[in-house]
Nanobody, 121 residues
């Protein structure tokens, strides 16, 4: 079983920034797709960004493209989600997931516990 631990959530004003972290094992970071999902209250869990292990290629949902950046630090076995120009609609619980297909939620079996992001003035 893959163990994932997210951190970095918090409260921020619109236009602000946050950086989320997802710590996994070195093997997982180097060999498995790692994705960020989010789930707002009363809504479905949606894919935000994914990073592919072989060459670090990334893919983003259109709602965050140009504002969010997914990256990884292999030495620290950590995947990051840098979130800039945050909007109120970005408020959600953010989850890290491993070993799935792209941003297909149903394909991921390994999930972290989540970290809350609240964007409010």
């Amino acid at each position: 079983q893959v163990h994932l631990v997210e951190s970095g959530g918090g409260s921020v004003q619109p236009g602000g920034s946050l950086k989320l972290s997802c710590v996994a094992s070195p093997y997982t970071i180097s060999n498995k797709n790692i994705a960020w999902f989010r789930q707002a209250a009363g809504k479905e869990r949606d894919g935000v960004a994914v990073i592919y292990p072989r060459d670090g290629t990334t893919w983003y949902d259109n709602s965050v493209k140009g504002r969010f950046t997914i990256s990884r630090d292999l030495a620290k076995a950590t995947v990051y989600l840098q979130m800039d120009n945050l909007k109120s609609e970005d408020s959600a619980m953010y989850y890290c997931a491993a070993d799935g297909v792209g941003l297909l939620k149903q394909s991921y079996r390994n999930w972290g516990q989540g970290t809350q992001v609240t964007v409010s003035s």
